[in-house]
């Protein structure tokens, strides 16, 4: 009896449990797995299928699976800065601040293509072996398009420099590389971020409010997160801070009147990491989680990075967010993985074929060896530089000569052959030349012991050497630089002292051999006496996995350097506002009222440049036509070398505070010795817009005027050697 009794209560379990799998269906029949429906019926009948708990869960940063469904785990954070962050072995390209030293997007392009062909093939072949961790997914938090407005902040290194368009330009370019171009399905997903209005301090960021004037917003902070959103970036991130009052991820302005409403932005909202818990324990606008999580849904968060929205269950539960406001904000989220195929055969995916073969590839590291060319800014050279490579005796010396550090900045990759600044110089160094090398000095503080065995030889060398700067252990985000006192953020501008006093006896003992100073780090510095000591001073950066090959390339004149800078440098932090003073009024290249030590656009070449005159097609136009400047360019040198042509205008006659002037177009060349090419920009209706006190583009009548040449048109660029910029003047009735 008791036998039978058992066998009928197990029948119906197995009765019961195949009428719930019939209910369901096979995972490859539920419509959500049907590619021949739209991603919105699709994503509907996902929504539908999901409960409260899983919904929740699946708006997760570290979304789990859902078996029952078929549906595997999934991590929405990865890294790609500058190249797959944090994963794993890839090609480890110039830190991006680098990248904006390039002023060239179709090279930033070709990087931003090559780092997404090593996405998939890194995120292929982690899940055919059953991997689905962080950052080996296909969501990346890439690139930072915030301005680099102040040089204290310690990660403004992850950012394209200080100026709207070069970001815009470069931001755009680099979204494209990484989404590809296929018409059904995104490669990867990008992100711009931090929306918006955020640059530091670090330590305060998780309370700081960063108050912004209409103009402010609209002339500097907000053109580069519309023109990524034109250009169908995937994701905005929202920032950690408050922005004139509320925090950015519920700012009503930021997430719903402008990103939502005026700019149509359709892509999914991610907030920074743990900033939903700033809601309660930085801001302090709401008191519980629940709270919290229910802020974040009705303000647009797609996406929590975090711990807030598990308690969206418990939300609901107390009425503070409805079960159709969540479906609503999920519905948007599912769309990405959709348009990624996580959901699609991989057979009809072409993006599927790339594999471990795609990463780390030789045609990748030459890539990243021409961006760090490309990237290095020579600041000065007394006819120095270039070194022959077969002197009898060079001397390296400096705390970053054999540095790993230097080549990385924050957020980066790993890679088997990270080519440091003394292996570059050894490999490029014909055999019969000697090449010393001793430390000399500590990175940011005295040496222990006081004797000194290593600048003497600088007077026994032909060429001595000093790799001098910071490194990530001394600038950063808020937590990483284990070297700085102040949170990342550098609030000492200068040099360490003990590189400055090292390098004095450098220059005591080289006597007439020369001194070049090459200098790492991710943002502007005091280097006006390096400057002053040092017979050619080159910048260059965290300049990736190739970086020492690339220094080489410089310093021996395989390659001319063809750098500019993508923020100034001033020579003193008595010249700008308070850090925490977000107003633009005395700061970057387009309100300094004071010279800086290096400006904006700047970079000197091994050759010479001379520009004509500039020839318009009209010197007097009605509003909304457009005109053209043409000028040619000669390369008057001996040496093949790259220009970057700069055009800038100025709006000389305005009703309100008008930048002096402002970069409007890029163009690089490469011309040999004694050619010359002609270059034309057009000069839009756009460029003439003024950003009023309301936040407001509009036409003013009057005259304008345009600079051409390969610097900002300021009276120091001409100073430091830059070639002199022509300009001409129109009238807009």
């Not at 801070?241 to 509320?246: D, R």
Request: charged share 25%; hydrophobic share 35%.
């Amino acid at each position: 009896m008791k036998y039978n009794v058992l066998t009928t209560v197990f029948s119906v379990f197995i009765l019961l449990c195949w009428s719930v799998v019939s209910a369901q269906g096979e995972p490859k029949n539920y419509d959500f797995n049907d590619e021949s429906l739209s991603i919105d019926e699709r994503v509907t009948d996902l929504v539908n299928r999901l409960t409260l708990e899983e919904k929740a869960m699946q708006m997760m940063h570290d979304s789990p699976a859902i078996e029952r469904l078929g549906i595997p785990e999934y991590n929405w954070w990865n890294e790609a800065l500058h190249g797959i962050g944090r994963s794993g072995v890839a090609t480890v390209f110039p830190q991006a601040i680098g990248m904006g030293a390039t002023f060239d997007e179709d090279l930033i392009f070709e990087v931003a293509s090559a780092i997404s062909d090593e996405a998939r093939g890194t995120h292929n072949t982690a899940v055919e072996n059953g991997y689905r961790r962080q950052y080996s997914g296909l969501t990346f938090w890439t690139p930072n398009i915030n301005i680099f407005r102040d040089p204290r902040w310690g990660r403004g290194q992850e950012t394209y420099g200080e100026d709207p368009f070069l970001t815009s330009r470069l931001g755009v370019a680099f979204v494209k590389g990484l989404q590809g171009d296929d018409d059904k399905y995104l490669k990867t997903a990008a992100a711009a971020k931090h929306y918006a209005v955020h640059s530091g301090p670090e330590k305060l960021r998780h309370e700081f409010n960063a108050v912004a004037t209409q103009k402010d917003m609209w002339e500097t902070y907000l053109p580069a997160f519309e023109a990524l959103v034109d250009a169908n970036v995937e994701t905005i991130m929202c920032a950690y801070n408050a922005t004139n009052g509320e925090p950015c991820c519920s700012n009503e302005y930021l997430l719903t009147d402008v990103l939502r409403e005026k700019w149509g932005f359709k892509g999914h909202v991610v907030s920074d990491c743990w900033a939903l818990e700033d809601f309660f324990g930085g801001h302090d606008v709401v008191e519980t989680a629940e709270e919290a999580a229910a802020l974040g849904i009705k303000s647009g968060v797609n996406l929590n990075c975090g711990s807030v929205y598990p308690s969206l269950v418990g939300a609901v539960e107390k009425g503070l967010v409805t079960e159709e406001e969540i479906d609503e904000q999920l519905a948007v989220l599912l769309k990405t993985k959709f348009k990624l195929g996580l959901f699609d055969s991989p057979d009809k995916n072409p993006y599927s074929k790339l594999s471990a073969k795609d990463i780390n590839t030789k045609e990748n590291r030459a890539l990243a060896r021409e961006t760090a060319q490309k990237s290095m800014v020579l600041l000065k050279n007394d006819d120095v530089l270039p070194l022959k490579n077969d002197l009898a005796k060079y001397f390296i010396t400096g705390p970053n000569a054999t540095s790993i550090e230097i080549l990385l900045g924050n957020y980066h990759g790993v890679n088997p052959n990270l080519v440091t600044i003394i292996e570059g110089i050894a490999g490029a160094i014909e055999p019969q030349s000697q090449l010393q090398y001793r430390q000399g000095t500590l990175l940011d503080r005295p040496n222990a012991n006081p004797q000194d065995w290593a600048s003497p030889n600088a007077a026994n060398s032909d060429a001595t050497i000093a790799v001098l700067g910071i490194s990530g252990v001394l600038e950063g985000e808020e937590g990483e630089s284990i070297a700085s006192e102040t949170f990342g953020d550098r609030y000492d501008y200068n040099l360490p002292e003990n590189q400055l006093d090292y390098l004095r006896k450098l220059n005591e003992a080289a006597g007439d051999n020369p001194v070049i100073a090459v200098i790492t780090g991710g943002s502007p510095m005091n280097l006006e006496e390096v400057h002053e000591l040092a017979d050619a001073v080159l910048l260059v950066w965290y300049p990736g996995e190739e970086g020492g090959n690339a220094v080489a390339d410089i310093i021996f004149g395989d390659v001319s350097p063809s750098g500019r800078l993508p923020i100034t440098f001033p020579k003193s932090l008595d010249d700008l506002p308070d850090y925490e003073d977000y107003t633009m009024k005395g700061r970057t290249y387009k309100y300094m009222e004071v010279d800086p030590m290096y400006p904006f656009g700047y970079g000197l070449s091994y050759s010479n440049f001379e520009y004509s005159e500039i020839k318009l097609s009209e010197e007097r136009i009605r509003k909304g036509k457009s005109l053209e400047a043409s000028i040619e360019v000669s390369n008057t040198g001996d040496y093949e070398a790259e220009e970057v042509v700069q055009l800038y205008v100025s709006d000389m006659e305005t009703s309100v505070d008008a930048p002096k002037y402002q970069l409007y177009g890029i163009k690089r060349i490469n011309l040999e010795g004694g050619s010359s090419e002609e270059i034309t920009f057009d000069i839009t209706p756009e460029m003439m817009e003024l950003v009023d006190d309301e936040g407001e583009s509009v036409l003013e009548k009057g005259e304008f005027k345009i600079y051409i040449g390969g610097s900002s048109p300021s009276s120091r660029s001409l100073e430091l050697g830059a070639a002199q910029f022509k300009e001409a003047v129109f009238t807009l009735r």
